[in-house]
Structures are given as structure tokens and as C-alpha cells.
């Protein structure tokens, strides 16, 4: 079979399976939304492959879910199931020994994802997505039958969305979702609003941050970056060594919580007329704890 009859024949699984499991996924999106426990899937030989795919993609859906070998479960483990968990089962034949006994043995709900509803697996479950009847290229290997069933499975799964969580956590959208500013912020380079500006001078330099919190008594007054310096400097002259810090502080600047997303962190900065590169850091009662800066968010990979 050439290549374009081969994709040709991948398209006709497709669409077979498509119109398979419409009348199941409804039922079987149902099951696993309701589930408030473990989400369970298992199968064997190449539908163990499916399986362990449809556990990958829930997890990073935010729902708890987990590969259980049926050989593994036939020895002891499938005691792991309970009766707020969702058993998901895929074979395509329906008739795999180990796959029935977990379906016939589960103290849960059981959806199945097979090409015969009517098999002894499909009669076990609460409900069944068909993958319909996808024949292989003659003397090949799952190939068509396997795409048919992964894509059933990812059908599943897109049906329900996400629970609550990233979609993906590892990804930046996850990252500024999960990660709270008081993971990545400084300790606060906080100093006296009436410092003179030669210790302002001093104290910029040594924290190396770009600026420095004013503070008193916990509470923030005030901050001074290393712009603000330069636009001192450029409006007094000589007369700025005469000044305190509170005289070319920005007295009411934006701040963000310490256990805001990193992410609420960078629309502050970003989202306004002028962007800021630094945020004071603020704990729910309104005391300083930190300073965060653009680039502490990209290092935290929202770059």
C-alpha cells in the first residue's frame, strides 16, 4: 500500500470511529466528569499504549488518573480501586481475559472503549465508546485500529476539559497559573523613607535590583528604581546629594500579593500605559515581603 492509500486508509478509522462512538461519549463523559475519586485505565498489549496515553492526557487535565497493568491487577493491585473511582478499559476485541476479569471484579463504574459493544467486556460496562470496525492494512500491525482507538480516547477526555488545574503545568500558561510570586521574589531591599540620598546611592548599588522599597514600620511607603535616580539626578543636578529618598520616590507604586500567579505578577507590569520592571511584594495583611522583577519571571519561564 502506498503512502496516500495508507493516510487515505488512517482518514476512513477516523471518521469510522467518529461516528462509533458518538452515541457512547456522551454517557462515558458523564462517568468520568462525575468521578470523584481515581481515573483508571488499563488495557492490554497495544491497547495498554491507549491506556496509558488517556491517563497522560487527564493528569494534565488536572484530573487524577493512572496506568494499572491487568496482569498487575489480576495479582493484587487492582485492590487500589475504590468506589469513587471510574474504571476505563480499552480492547478491541472486547474478549481479552485479564480486561474482562478487572471489568467483572471493579467496585466502580466501568466505561469500555471497544470495536464490539457487544462483547463480554462491553456487556460488564456502565457505558461503552465504540471505535468502530477499523480493519488494519492487510499484514500490518495495529496501525489503523490502534489511531482509531487513541483518538476515541482523546475524544473522552476532550469531552469533560480540565479540572481546575493547568492544562499544562510544565508549559508557561501552567507556570504563570501555578507558580506564586513568593517562590521567585527577593527578600525586600527595604530602606528608610528619610534616607540621604548618598545612602540611597549606596543601598542601590548593593542590593542590585534595580531598586529599593521604602518602609516603615513593615508598611510600604514608597519606591525608588534606578530610573527614578537618573530622572532625579537630570532635574536637580548637583542639588540632588541634598535630598532624601522619599523626595524622588514613587510614592503609591503598584504592588502585587505573595501568593498571587507569577502570571498576575507580569499582566501588572506589562498591562498599564508605562511598563514597570520591579514589584514591590505584599502579604495578605498589606506587610512588605519581597521584591520581584521582570526577569525573575522570565527565568521562571513566562520569557
Known amino acids: 500500500m502506498d503512502s496516500v492509500a495508507l493516510f487515505d486508509h488512517f482518514v476512513h478509522a477516523l471518521r469510522e470511529a467518529s461516528a462509533a462512538c458518538a452515541q457512547g461519549l456522551p454517557g462515558a463523559a458523564t462517568l468520568l466528569a462525575d468521578c470523584r475519586g481515581l481515573v483508571v485505565c488499563s488495557g492490554a498489549g497495544k491497547s495498554s499504549l491507549v491506556a496509558r496515553k488517556l491517563a497522560a492526557t487527564l493528569n494534565t487535565q488536572g484530573r487524577r488518573a493512572c496506568f494499572l497493568d491487568p496482569g498487575a491487577a489480576a495479582h493484587g493491585e487492582g485492590a487500589l480501586l475504590q468506589d469513587a473511582d471510574l474504571l476505563v478499559l480499552i480492547s478491541r476485541s472486547g474478549e481479552s481475559d485479564e480486561v474482562v476479569a478487572m471489568a467483572l471484579g471493579a467496585p466502580c463504574p466501568v466505561v469500555v472503549l471497544t470495536a464490539r459493544p457487544g462483547s463480554r467486556l462491553g456487556r460488564a460496562a456502565a457505558a461503552v465508546l465504540a471505535c468502530g470496525q477499523v480493519p488494519d492494512p492487510q499484514g500490518a500491525p495495529p496501525s489503523a485500529s490502534f489511531l482509531a482507538a487513541v483518538a476515541v480516547a482523546d475524544a473522552l477526555a476532550l469531552a469533560v476539559g480540565p479540572s481546575g488545574q493547568p492544562e499544562h503545568p510544565a508549559g508557561a500558561i501552567g507556570r504563570a497559573r501555578?507558580?506564586?510570586?513568593?517562590?521567585?521574589?527577593?527578600?525586600?531591599?527595604?530602606?528608610?523613607?528619610a534616607l540621604p540620598m548618598p545612602d540611597l546611592l549606596s543601598a542601590l548599588s548593593k542590593c542590585g535590583l534595580g531598586a529599593v522599597l521604602l518602609v516603615r514600620d513593615d508598611r510600604l511607603c514608597g519606591i525608588v528604581t534606578d530610573g527614578d535616580l537618573r530622572r532625579a539626578?537630570?532635574?536637580?543636578?548637583?542639588?540632588?546629594?541634598?535630598?532624601?529618598?522619599?523626595?524622588?520616590?514613587?510614592?503609591?507604586?503598584?504592588?502585587?500579593?505573595?501568593s498571587a500567579p507569577i502570571g498576575d505578577a507580569l499582566r501588572l507590569m506589562e498591562e498599564r500605559p508605562s511598563q514597570i520592571a520591579v514589584l514591590p511584594v505584599l502579604d495578605d495583611d498589606e506587610r512588605v515581603v519581597g521584591l520581584v522583577r521582570i526577569h525573575d519571571l522570565v527565568q521562571a519561564g513566562l520569557g
Request: glycine content about 2%; cysteine-free; charged content about 10%.
Open 178 to 193: 501555578s507558580i506564586p510570586v513568593s517562590r521567585v521574589m527577593h527578600p525586600p531591599p527595604a530602606v528608610s523613607p
Open 233 to 258: 539626578v537630570a532635574r536637580h543636578g548637583d542639588n540632588v546629594l541634598a535630598l532624601q529618598a522619599q523626595a524622588i520616590a514613587t510614592v503609591r507604586p503598584v504592588a502585587v500579593r505573595a
